[in-house]
Protein backbone atom coordinates (compact mmCIF):
# COMPACT_ATOMS: atom_id res chain seq x y z
CA UNK A 1 0.00 0.00 0.00
CA UNK A 2 1.34 2.95 -1.22
CA UNK A 3 2.55 5.64 1.70
CA UNK A 4 1.27 9.57 2.12
CA UNK A 5 4.55 11.80 3.10
CA UNK A 6 3.07 14.98 4.55
CA UNK A 7 5.04 18.35 4.27
CA UNK A 8 6.80 19.55 7.15
CA UNK A 9 7.11 22.72 5.62
CA UNK A 10 5.27 25.72 6.36
CA UNK A 11 3.32 27.07 4.07
CA UNK A 12 3.48 30.43 2.81
CA UNK A 13 0.23 32.45 2.12
CA UNK A 14 0.86 35.46 -0.28
CA UNK A 15 -1.26 38.67 0.31
CA UNK A 16 -1.63 42.43 0.02
CA UNK A 17 -0.43 44.25 3.66
CA UNK A 18 -2.78 46.64 4.94
CA UNK A 19 -2.40 49.85 6.46
CA UNK A 20 -3.81 50.55 9.55
CA UNK A 21 -6.94 53.26 9.50
CA UNK A 22 -5.96 57.22 10.64
CA UNK A 23 -7.76 57.85 13.66
CA UNK A 24 -9.60 61.08 13.07
CA UNK A 25 -9.65 64.29 14.96
CA UNK A 26 -12.79 64.85 17.32
CA UNK A 27 -12.66 68.42 17.06
CA UNK A 28 -16.14 68.59 19.18
CA UNK A 29 -14.36 66.90 22.30
CA UNK A 30 -11.54 69.95 21.43
CA UNK A 31 -13.35 72.69 21.59
CA UNK A 32 -15.71 71.32 24.58
CA UNK A 33 -12.16 71.15 26.33
CA UNK A 34 -11.23 74.46 25.29
CA UNK A 35 -14.56 76.22 26.39
CA UNK A 36 -13.95 74.19 29.94
CA UNK A 37 -10.29 75.30 30.20
CA UNK A 38 -11.57 78.86 28.92
CA UNK A 39 -14.18 78.52 31.90
CA UNK A 40 -11.76 77.43 34.64
CA UNK A 41 -9.43 80.23 33.99
CA UNK A 42 -11.72 82.81 34.25
CA UNK A 43 -13.27 81.54 37.58
CA UNK A 44 -9.14 81.30 38.79
CA UNK A 45 -8.65 84.93 37.43
CA UNK A 46 -11.83 86.23 38.76
CA UNK A 47 -11.28 84.95 42.42
CA UNK A 48 -7.67 85.96 42.24
CA UNK A 49 -8.41 89.74 41.52
CA UNK A 50 -11.47 89.73 43.92
CA UNK A 51 -9.01 89.19 47.00
CA UNK A 52 -6.02 91.22 45.69
CA UNK A 53 -8.07 93.97 44.44
CA UNK A 54 -10.53 96.61 45.45
CA UNK A 55 -13.11 97.73 42.61
CA UNK A 56 -15.20 101.23 42.42
CA UNK A 57 -17.49 102.41 39.88
CA UNK A 58 -17.06 105.84 38.38
CA UNK A 59 -17.79 107.94 35.61
CA UNK A 60 -15.65 110.75 33.73
CA UNK A 61 -16.57 114.59 34.72
CA UNK A 62 -15.82 117.84 32.74
CA UNK A 63 -17.34 121.40 33.36
CA UNK A 64 -19.85 121.84 31.13
CA UNK A 65 -21.55 125.14 29.88
CA UNK A 66 -24.90 125.34 29.38
CA UNK A 67 -25.80 128.26 26.26
CA UNK A 68 -29.11 129.81 27.16
CA UNK A 69 -30.79 133.49 26.92
CA UNK A 70 -32.58 135.49 29.87
CA UNK A 71 -35.15 136.27 26.98
CA UNK A 72 -37.09 133.85 24.54
CA UNK A 73 -35.40 133.43 20.89
CA UNK A 74 -35.53 132.02 17.53
CA UNK A 75 -32.67 130.15 15.85
CA UNK A 76 -32.26 130.78 12.51
CA UNK A 77 -28.88 129.20 11.90
CA UNK A 78 -26.10 127.34 13.38
CA UNK A 79 -23.01 127.53 12.51
CA UNK A 80 -21.53 124.87 14.64
CA UNK A 81 -22.65 120.55 15.35
CA UNK A 82 -22.44 118.21 17.84
CA UNK A 83 -18.37 117.33 17.88
CA UNK A 84 -17.07 120.80 16.85
CA UNK A 85 -14.43 121.58 18.92
CA UNK A 86 -14.99 125.83 19.65
CA UNK A 87 -12.67 129.08 20.61
CA UNK A 88 -13.53 131.97 22.87
CA UNK A 89 -15.30 134.22 20.60
CA UNK A 90 -16.27 131.45 17.75
CA UNK A 91 -19.73 132.47 16.08
CA UNK A 92 -22.51 129.55 17.15
CA UNK A 93 -25.38 130.22 15.61
CA UNK A 94 -27.92 133.17 14.22
CA UNK A 95 -31.07 133.81 16.32
CA UNK A 96 -33.71 136.69 17.16
CA UNK A 97 -35.16 138.06 19.58
CA UNK A 98 -38.39 140.14 18.57
CA UNK A 99 -39.08 137.48 16.25
CA UNK A 100 -42.70 137.76 17.29
CA UNK A 101 -43.26 140.94 15.63
CA UNK A 102 -41.73 140.15 12.01
CA UNK A 103 -43.77 139.16 8.92
CA UNK A 104 -41.12 136.90 7.42
CA UNK A 105 -37.64 136.38 7.80
CA UNK A 106 -36.57 139.67 6.07
CA UNK A 107 -38.96 141.99 8.91
CA UNK A 108 -37.14 144.95 10.68
CA UNK A 109 -37.97 147.28 13.43
CA UNK A 110 -36.73 150.64 14.63
CA UNK A 111 -33.15 151.23 14.64
CA UNK A 112 -33.94 152.88 18.74
CA UNK A 113 -35.55 149.26 19.74
CA UNK A 114 -31.77 147.99 19.98
CA UNK A 115 -30.81 150.42 22.88
CA UNK A 116 -33.70 149.21 24.74
CA UNK A 117 -32.71 145.35 24.28
CA UNK A 118 -29.80 146.68 25.91
CA UNK A 119 -31.07 147.43 29.24
CA UNK A 120 -31.33 143.89 30.18
CA UNK A 121 -27.97 143.05 29.37
CA UNK A 122 -26.74 145.57 31.65
CA UNK A 123 -28.70 144.69 34.42
CA UNK A 124 -27.68 141.18 34.35
CA UNK A 125 -24.15 142.28 33.95
CA UNK A 126 -24.70 144.62 37.17
CA UNK A 127 -26.33 141.69 38.94
CA UNK A 128 -23.41 139.24 38.12
CA UNK A 129 -21.06 141.38 39.49
CA UNK A 130 -22.54 141.92 42.65
CA UNK A 131 -23.06 137.82 42.69
CA UNK A 132 -19.45 138.08 42.34
CA UNK A 133 -18.12 140.22 44.83
CA UNK A 134 -20.40 138.39 47.63
CA UNK A 135 -19.28 134.92 46.47
CA UNK A 136 -15.95 136.18 47.03
CA UNK A 137 -16.92 137.29 50.78
CA UNK A 138 -18.15 133.49 51.20
CA UNK A 139 -14.79 131.67 49.93
CA UNK A 140 -12.26 134.35 51.72
CA UNK A 141 -15.12 133.41 54.91
CA UNK A 142 -14.73 129.00 54.16
CA UNK A 143 -10.57 129.80 53.84
CA UNK A 144 -10.78 131.27 57.29
CA UNK A 145 -12.84 128.79 59.06
CA UNK A 146 -11.07 126.22 57.25
CA UNK A 147 -7.63 127.49 58.80
CA UNK A 148 -9.04 127.78 62.38
CA UNK A 149 -10.31 124.53 62.07
CA UNK A 150 -7.29 122.85 61.00
CA UNK A 151 -5.65 124.62 63.80
CA UNK A 152 -8.12 123.16 65.91
CA UNK A 153 -7.65 120.07 65.17
CA UNK A 154 -4.45 119.94 65.61
CA UNK A 155 -4.67 121.50 69.14
CA UNK A 156 -7.29 118.53 69.67
CA UNK A 157 -4.90 116.00 68.58
CA UNK A 158 -2.32 116.63 71.35
CA UNK A 159 -5.32 116.80 73.96
CA UNK A 160 -6.75 113.71 72.76
CA UNK A 161 -3.68 111.98 73.12
CA UNK A 162 -3.72 113.71 76.93
CA UNK A 163 -6.57 112.02 77.42
CA UNK A 164 -8.24 115.76 77.81
CA UNK A 165 -11.06 114.77 75.54
CA UNK A 166 -12.28 111.94 74.00
CA UNK A 167 -11.50 110.85 69.31
CA UNK A 168 -14.67 111.88 69.81
CA UNK A 169 -14.44 115.27 69.30
CA UNK A 170 -11.69 115.10 67.27
CA UNK A 171 -13.71 113.47 64.67
CA UNK A 172 -16.15 115.92 64.77
CA UNK A 173 -13.72 118.79 64.08
CA UNK A 174 -12.39 116.26 61.01
CA UNK A 175 -16.09 116.51 59.64
CA UNK A 176 -16.44 119.80 60.28
CA UNK A 177 -13.13 120.82 57.93
CA UNK A 178 -14.56 118.13 55.42
CA UNK A 179 -18.08 119.97 55.15
CA UNK A 180 -16.04 123.64 55.21
CA UNK A 181 -13.98 121.59 52.28
CA UNK A 182 -16.88 120.76 49.61
CA UNK A 183 -18.47 124.24 50.22
CA UNK A 184 -15.76 125.86 49.35
CA UNK A 185 -15.26 123.62 46.17
CA UNK A 186 -19.09 124.28 45.51
CA UNK A 187 -18.56 127.85 46.03
CA UNK A 188 -15.31 128.35 43.67
CA UNK A 189 -17.11 125.97 40.89
CA UNK A 190 -19.85 128.43 41.28
CA UNK A 191 -17.44 131.68 41.04
CA UNK A 192 -16.08 129.93 38.01
CA UNK A 193 -19.90 129.72 36.28
CA UNK A 194 -20.56 133.06 37.12
CA UNK A 195 -17.31 134.87 35.39
CA UNK A 196 -18.31 132.22 32.19
CA UNK A 197 -21.59 133.88 32.63
CA UNK A 198 -20.04 137.31 32.69
CA UNK A 199 -17.71 137.35 30.17
CA UNK A 200 -20.56 135.86 27.64
CA UNK A 201 -22.54 138.91 28.90
CA UNK A 202 -20.04 141.27 28.01
CA UNK A 203 -19.22 139.99 24.88
CA UNK A 204 -22.73 139.83 23.94
CA UNK A 205 -23.51 143.33 24.99
CA UNK A 206 -20.09 144.49 22.85
CA UNK A 207 -21.85 141.98 19.67
CA UNK A 208 -25.13 144.33 20.35
CA UNK A 209 -23.62 147.72 20.72
CA UNK A 210 -21.27 146.88 17.47
CA UNK A 211 -24.30 146.06 15.39
CA UNK A 212 -26.47 148.97 16.59
CA UNK A 213 -23.14 151.72 15.48
CA UNK A 214 -22.89 149.31 12.05
CA UNK A 215 -26.90 149.44 11.22
CA UNK A 216 -28.05 150.98 7.87
CA UNK A 217 -30.76 153.71 8.56
CA UNK A 218 -33.20 153.58 5.82
CA UNK A 219 -35.89 156.47 4.83
CA UNK A 220 -36.48 159.53 5.96
CA UNK A 221 -35.50 161.26 9.21
CA UNK A 222 -35.51 159.30 11.93
CA UNK A 223 -37.54 156.35 10.31
CA UNK A 224 -34.80 153.99 10.14
CA UNK A 225 -34.87 149.87 10.06
CA UNK A 226 -32.53 147.64 11.30
CA UNK A 227 -31.82 143.78 10.87
CA UNK A 228 -33.12 141.90 13.95
CA UNK A 229 -30.66 139.15 13.55
CA UNK A 230 -27.96 138.27 16.47
CA UNK A 231 -25.04 136.01 16.60
CA UNK A 232 -24.17 134.24 19.71
CA UNK A 233 -20.33 133.80 20.26
CA UNK A 234 -19.17 131.53 22.59
CA UNK A 235 -17.69 132.39 25.86
CA UNK A 236 -15.67 129.77 26.45
CA UNK A 237 -13.43 127.13 24.73
CA UNK A 238 -15.08 123.02 24.69
CA UNK A 239 -16.69 121.01 22.42
CA UNK A 240 -20.15 121.47 21.04
CA UNK A 241 -21.71 118.23 23.00
CA UNK A 242 -25.51 118.38 22.25
CA UNK A 243 -27.50 120.54 20.41
CA UNK A 244 -31.11 120.85 22.03
CA UNK A 245 -33.30 123.23 19.54
CA UNK A 246 -33.65 122.81 15.80
CA UNK A 247 -33.57 125.47 13.49
CA UNK A 248 -36.46 128.03 12.93
CA UNK A 249 -37.47 126.45 16.49
CA UNK A 250 -37.86 128.77 19.96
CA UNK A 251 -36.25 128.13 22.87
CA UNK A 252 -37.93 129.71 25.70
CA UNK A 253 -36.14 131.67 28.77
CA UNK A 254 -33.63 130.14 30.30
CA UNK A 255 -33.94 126.96 28.15
CA UNK A 256 -30.24 125.36 26.98
CA UNK A 257 -29.93 125.95 23.54
CA UNK A 258 -27.14 123.73 23.31
CA UNK A 259 -24.32 122.39 25.71
CA UNK A 260 -20.44 122.91 25.71
CA UNK A 261 -18.49 120.94 26.95
CA UNK A 262 -15.49 122.66 28.84
CA UNK A 263 -12.30 120.38 29.42
CA UNK A 264 -10.25 123.02 31.53
CA UNK A 265 -11.03 120.98 34.26
CA UNK A 266 -11.43 116.88 33.91
CA UNK A 267 -11.68 114.57 36.46
CA UNK A 268 -13.09 110.97 37.29
CA UNK A 269 -16.24 111.19 40.05
CA UNK A 270 -15.87 107.78 42.06
CA UNK A 271 -18.31 105.78 44.09
CA UNK A 272 -16.27 103.65 46.81
CA UNK A 273 -18.38 100.74 48.28
CA UNK A 274 -18.21 101.39 52.37
CA UNK A 275 -16.42 98.12 52.83
CA UNK A 276 -13.23 98.98 50.18
CA UNK A 277 -13.09 102.20 51.88
CA UNK A 278 -9.60 101.31 53.64
CA UNK A 279 -7.74 100.58 50.32
CA UNK A 280 -8.41 103.97 49.04
CA UNK A 281 -6.01 107.06 50.42
CA UNK A 282 -5.45 110.31 49.12
CA UNK A 283 -2.49 110.34 47.10
CA UNK A 284 -3.07 106.59 46.17
CA UNK A 285 -2.78 105.93 42.37
CA UNK A 286 -5.11 103.43 40.83
CA UNK A 287 -5.59 101.99 37.42
CA UNK A 288 -8.91 102.79 35.39
CA UNK A 289 -10.29 100.82 33.34
CA UNK A 290 -13.07 102.20 30.91
CA UNK A 291 -15.77 101.29 28.98
CA UNK A 292 -13.83 99.56 25.95
CA UNK A 293 -11.63 97.90 28.00
CA UNK A 294 -9.27 100.56 27.37
CA UNK A 295 -6.33 101.18 30.02
CA UNK A 296 -5.41 103.92 32.49
CA UNK A 297 -4.01 105.85 35.76
CA UNK A 298 -5.10 108.53 37.87
CA UNK A 299 -4.71 110.06 41.28
CA UNK A 300 -7.08 110.38 44.39
CA UNK A 301 -6.78 114.06 44.83
CA UNK A 302 -10.34 114.68 46.91
CA UNK A 303 -11.82 112.23 49.20
CA UNK A 304 -14.96 113.15 51.21
CA UNK A 305 -15.81 111.36 54.61
CA UNK A 306 -19.14 112.08 53.85
CA UNK A 307 -21.40 109.34 52.18
CA UNK A 308 -23.44 110.07 48.98
CA UNK A 309 -26.57 107.72 47.63
CA UNK A 310 -25.35 105.49 44.68
CA UNK A 311 -26.52 106.78 41.20
CA UNK A 312 -29.27 104.26 39.71
CA UNK A 313 -26.78 102.83 36.85
CA UNK A 314 -24.13 101.97 39.45
CA UNK A 315 -26.23 100.30 42.42
CA UNK A 316 -25.21 96.43 41.92
CA UNK A 317 -29.48 95.90 43.10
CA UNK A 318 -32.00 97.85 41.22
CA UNK A 319 -34.46 99.92 43.06
CA UNK A 320 -32.22 99.70 46.25
CA UNK A 321 -30.85 102.82 47.71
CA UNK A 322 -26.87 102.43 48.65
CA UNK A 323 -24.59 104.89 50.22
CA UNK A 324 -20.78 105.37 48.89
CA UNK A 325 -17.87 107.50 49.66
CA UNK A 326 -17.18 109.78 47.16
CA UNK A 327 -13.71 110.45 45.82
CA UNK A 328 -12.20 112.16 42.70
CA UNK A 329 -9.61 111.16 40.54
CA UNK A 330 -7.53 113.37 38.49
CA UNK A 331 -4.84 112.39 35.40
CA UNK A 332 -1.70 111.56 36.06
CA UNK A 333 0.20 114.07 33.64
CA UNK A 334 -1.17 115.64 30.60
CA UNK A 335 -0.68 112.41 28.11
CA UNK A 336 -3.45 111.24 30.30
CA UNK A 337 -5.63 114.02 30.49
CA UNK A 338 -5.53 113.84 26.84
CA UNK A 339 -6.67 110.16 26.82
CA UNK A 340 -9.43 110.60 29.10
CA UNK A 341 -11.35 113.43 26.72
CA UNK A 342 -13.05 111.04 24.25
CA UNK A 343 -14.53 109.55 27.32
CA UNK A 344 -16.80 112.38 28.69
CA UNK A 345 -19.85 111.06 31.10
CA UNK A 346 -18.99 107.09 30.63
CA UNK A 347 -18.35 104.75 32.95
CA UNK A 348 -15.00 103.37 34.13
CA UNK A 349 -13.86 100.70 36.39
CA UNK A 350 -11.68 102.14 39.59
CA UNK A 351 -8.97 99.29 40.33
CA UNK A 352 -6.95 99.43 43.55
CA UNK A 353 -4.66 96.53 45.03
CA UNK A 354 -4.62 95.77 48.74
CA UNK A 355 -1.44 94.58 48.85
Not at 171 to 188: E, F, G, H, T, W
Request: charged content about 25%; hydrophobic content about 35%; proline content about 3%.
Amino acid sequence: MKQFKFQNKASIIRGIKEDKPKKKTNWDRIIYLLIFVGLFLSFIFYVIQRNISATANGEVITNRFDVKEAVDMKILQYFVQVGDTVKVGDTLFKFRTDFRDENDLNASISVSTPARSNDWLIREIALTRRNIQLNNIEINDLKTRIVKTEQEIERLKLEVYLDVYTPAVLKQQKMLLSDYKVALDKKNQEQSQLYIYLRQLEALLAQQQQQTAQATVVGNGGGGIESLDRYYLSPVDGIITQINTPVNSITYKKDVVLYITSFDKIYIKTYIPQHNLQYFKLGDVVRLRFYDGTPGKGIIKDLYVNTDLVPDEFRSIRGEKERTVIAEIYPVDEKERQHWLPYYQFSVKVIRYKF
